[in-house]
């Protein structure tokens, strides 16, 4: 799967419209929780089970990389690129 990390939006919208027509399964990872906690453990788990080949992010992206289980070969592509 495809890690898609982004603010709620337009961005967010046409990244995974893109990835489902290509075919590929895209995990949406949490941004916006309101307990940071809750959201961190959300998204450690999803990183660690799921092991996405790439994750799709804005200049954020650094803090997934430092998520115990992140693949340590995963892509990083950033929505400015």
Do not use: Y
């Amino acid at each position: 799967p495809v890690a898609v990390w982004a603010q709620r939006g337009r961005d967010l919208v046409a990244v995974c419209v893109a990835l489902w027509r290509l075919g590929l399964p895209v995990v949406a990872l949490s941004r916006d929780m309101a307990d940071k906690n809750t959201e961190r453990s959300r998204n450690e788990q999803a990183m660690r089970d799921l092991k996405p080949f790439a994750i799709i992010s804005d200049e954020r992206a650094v803090e997934l990389l430092s998520i115990e289980g992140t693949p340590s070969d995963v892509a990083v592509v950033k929505l400015a690129d």
